[in-house]
């Protein structure tokens, strides 16, 4: 039985709390949706703002709502060395002793003492989806994306949940890499 899952590329995003939503935007600002994403309840916000590093900065980082518990940017790697921070790849939401960084928004700008990393690869599973497929929350899989410039990834973990609907997560240096885009399908292989 085939294992596909479909691919999202994520490019560079920020996700904010609303205590920063509205140090950036201005007092009780609430982000107003561009378009749903692949995650139940989550989408690209019409707010972007501007990340500024050691080296360089990037305007018009588009943010991703709804507001979230931590502040947390995810960058690829050459967006790393592009903008001077060492981000080391990580789990979203695990962002213990990882670098800050400086973000400007129309109202104001603030100081993020932790949060740059690069996302881990992985895979969203609504719960039934890795029961039928016998996968755990946090197992590292093997997953091939075909065609010209076909990969394997290793080391993708699933990510489980009640809330989640089926998507592999990858950044666009990894698409990039294996010729991939939105809306492409991956295989499972172990």
Do not use: C
Request: hydrophobic share 40%; glycine share 12%; net charge negative.
């Amino acid at each position: 039985m085939s294992k596909t899952v479909p691919v999202g590329v994520s490019a560079r995003h920020i996700h904010l709390t609303q205590e920063h939503i509205e140090a950036l935007f201005g007092q009780g600002y609430q982000l107003t949706e561009f378009k749903p994403l692949s995650q139940p309840g989550q989408f690209a916000a019409n707010e972007t703002v501007a990340v500024i590093g050691p080296k360089g900065q990037f305007d018009k980082v588009r943010i991703l709502g709804p507001a979230r518990s931590a502040s947390q940017l995810e960058i690829s790697r050459t967006d790393s060395f592009a903008i001077g921070v060492k981000a080391p790849v990580r789990e979203s939401g695990n962002i213990e002793g990882t670098p800050g960084i400086k973000v400007k928004g129309p109202q104001g700008e603030i100081e993020l003492e932790k949060g740059v990393i690069v996302a881990a690869r992985h895979i969203h599973f609504h719960t039934s989806d890795a029961e039928g497929w016998g996968i755990a929350d946090k197992q590292q899989l093997k997953v091939r994306i075909g065609g010209e410039r076909g990969l394997v990834f290793e080391n993708v973990i699933a990510r489980v949940s009640d809330s989640f609907a089926l998507d592999m997560h990858i950044d666009t240096d990894e698409a990039n890499a294996a010729g991939a885009k939105t809306g492409d399908t991956a295989e499972i292989i172990d």
